[in-house]
């Protein structure tokens, strides 16, 4: 069992919580992610480790109330525990030697996954410029931790009404057909907008990480559901990545394959008649 220390609501759907958890705590690198079960009739759900305190024990996750197993668990409050909590599962981020300039671009709840990238490099000495994409204003999550660690933050709303207005790939070009020069972008949030960084930045020869989010089911890379096209090559996620270079993955094949089991997803309530999405645990984490 994996004790909820804290909880707290970023927006009306997001949720933050430090967990119990000292082994991974001691382990976990940015990148990393576990998996979790609320019970024993749970499905097992990945979540990328937001953040993590070693000498108090515990790792921070941030999700999205989307689906029955995340709301299952936003129903838990401080004090609470999970019954499964397993990780630090997959590769960790990986950043070339020299590395002076970077920019890390996150889209609606994968600034929380965004988030510990650029940790990582501000800690290590590197420039860093951090562009955050949401709908409105009222989602904006993390604002406060983003700015800590980065030389730049700048806001992006798609309606204009806090920041910027506009899309993170309009800001990343003018950035850099202004003259900045990036030695590394990281990408991450929902896969079209990933798709769409690595267009941005593929003229220029950036380097540019995405963190993919395919179907997953056992994390260990036995199950084979998290499959991904990367250079013409079958990769797992789950022990491959999650990070890959943006430039070789195949999104068209990965939206496809995230879209394969929408229909499942929608779940029709014998008693009521009520259709509820169940979500996917793994877009429920982006």
Avoid at 90 to 98: C, L, N, V, Y
Avoid at 250 to 270: I, K
């Amino acid at each position: 069992m994996f004790e909820i220390v804290t909880k707290r609501k970023l927006n009306d759907s997001v949720v933050l919580m430090e967990v119990k958890a000292p082994l991974i705590a001691k382990k976990a690198q940015a990148g990393q992610f576990i998996i979790y079960r609320t019970d024993e009739r749970g499905e097992r759900v990945p979540l990328t480790i937001a953040d993590k305190n070693p000498e108090a024990g515990t790792i921070t996750i941030i999700f999205q109330t989307i689906g029955g197993s995340t709301k299952s668990l936003a129903a838990l409050n401080a004090g609470d525990s999970i019954l499964d909590v397993s990780g630090p599962l997959g590769m960790p981020t990986h950043f070339e030697e020299g590395i002076k300039k970077a920019v890390v671009i996150g889209g609606g709840v994968g600034c929380a996954i965004a988030y510990p990238q650029a940790k990582k490099l501000f800690s290590e000495g590197v420039s860093v410029d951090v562009i955050a994409g949401f709908r409105n204003k009222d989602i904006v999550i993390l604002e406060d931790e983003m700015q800590a660690v980065s030389d730049r933050l700048i806001i992006a709303t798609d309606d204009g009404s806090y920041g910027k207005k506009g899309f993170v790939t309009n800001i990343l070009k003018e950035l850099i057909d202004a003259g900045t020069q990036y030695d590394v972008a990281v990408a991450i949030g929902p896969v079209p907008m990933m798709k769409a960084v690595a267009a941005v930045t593929k003229p220029y020869g950036i380097k540019t990480i995405v963190s993919l989010n395919p179907i997953m089911i056992d994390g260990t890379g036995m199950c084979g559901g998290c499959r991904v096209t990367v250079g013409g090559k079958i990769k797992y996620a789950c022990v491959d990545g999650p990070d890959f270079d943006g430039h070789a993955v195949d999104f068209d094949e990965l939206m496809r394959r995230n879209a394969s089991y929408r229909g499942e997803e929608q779940h029709s309530c014998r008693l009521t008649g009520t259709v509820r999405s169940r979500g996917n645990a793994n877009t429920e984490e982006k």
